[in-house]
T-cell receptor
Framework: DAKTTQPPSMDCAEGRAANLPCNHSTISGNEYVYWYRQIHSQGPQYIIHGLKNNETNEMASLIITEDRKSSTLILPHATLRDTAVYYCILRSSNTGKLIFGQGTTLQVKP | EAGVVQSPRYKIIEKKQPVAFWCNPISGHNTLYWYRQNLGQGPELLIRYENEEAVDDSQLPKDRFSAERLKGVDSTLKIQPAELGDSAVYLC????????????FGPGTRLTVT
């Protein structure tokens, strides 16, 4: 079962930062926080992942709290093409399984 | 680099008919996954292959679903006979390995059973 909690939907103005929260209060020490997104009629796309430290790549930044019980995905300058369902997933280093929840539907508006 | 290829993209069949989905993973990816995604839900893993071996098929309904990955490359997922509740998007994904590697997803096959 999914062990993350995300808001079902969020809006963001084009050009502004989108901050997507995720709660994972029962995270284990060997679980990574992964983010995927799914644009309409496409398969999920990997965005970023982290264990303890904050991470940044060309797509987004991932901020993980010190106690690792929550995280935030940041899209620094959202565009209309960022409209998608965003999934926050805990992935065990033992099993490697991705267990998707229902995600957050992000609507970027002009 | 070509991504994960799936066909067909859409399939409409009547209940009790058989159906098959095909997946060609990214070249060099040893691990292949089949997921099912119901409307409004996240994808759920059905089966995972390491090369040609099915190493996790615990979520595959074996009474009507079957899968194969001959020669450890392409894979086929079959449903026989299909039921109304099988209507969903069937996604294939591949990765270099199972642990610590990103999974790359294909566009999926949308199945409608009438």
């Amino acid at each position: 079962d999914a062990k993350t909690t995300q808001p079902p939907s969020m809006d963001c103005a084009e050009g502004r930062a989108a901050n997507l929260p995720c709660n994972h209060s029962t995270i284990s020490g060997n679980e990574y926080v992964y983010w995927y997104r799914q644009i309409h009629s496409q398969g999920p796309q990997y965005i970023i992942h982290g264990l303890k430290n904050n991470e940044t790549n060309e797509m987004a930044s991932l901020i993980i709290t010190e106690d690792r019980k929550s995280s935030t995905l940041i899209l620094p300058h959202a565009t209309l093409r960022d409209t998608a369902v965003y999934y926050c997933i805990l992935r065990s280093s033992n099993t490697g399984k991705l267990i998707f929840g229902q995600g957050t539907t992000l609507q970027v508006k002009p | 680099e070509a991504g994960v290829v799936q066909s067909p993209r859409y399939k409409i069949i009547e209940k009790k008919q058989p159906v098959a989905f095909w997946c060609n993973p990214i070249s060099g990816h040893n691990t292949l996954y089949w997921y099912r995604q119901n409307l409004g839900q996240g994808p759920e893993l059905l089966i995972r292959y390491e090369n040609e071996e099915a190493v996790d098929d615990s979520q595959l309904p074996k009474d009507r679903f079957s899968a194969e990955r001959l020669k450890g490359v392409d894979s086929t997922l079959k449903i026989q006979p299909a039921e109304l509740g099988d209507s969903a998007v069937y996604l294939c994904a591949s990765s270099l390995g199972d642990r610590g590697y990103e999974q790359y997803f294909g566009p999926g096959t949308r199945l409608t059973v009438t």
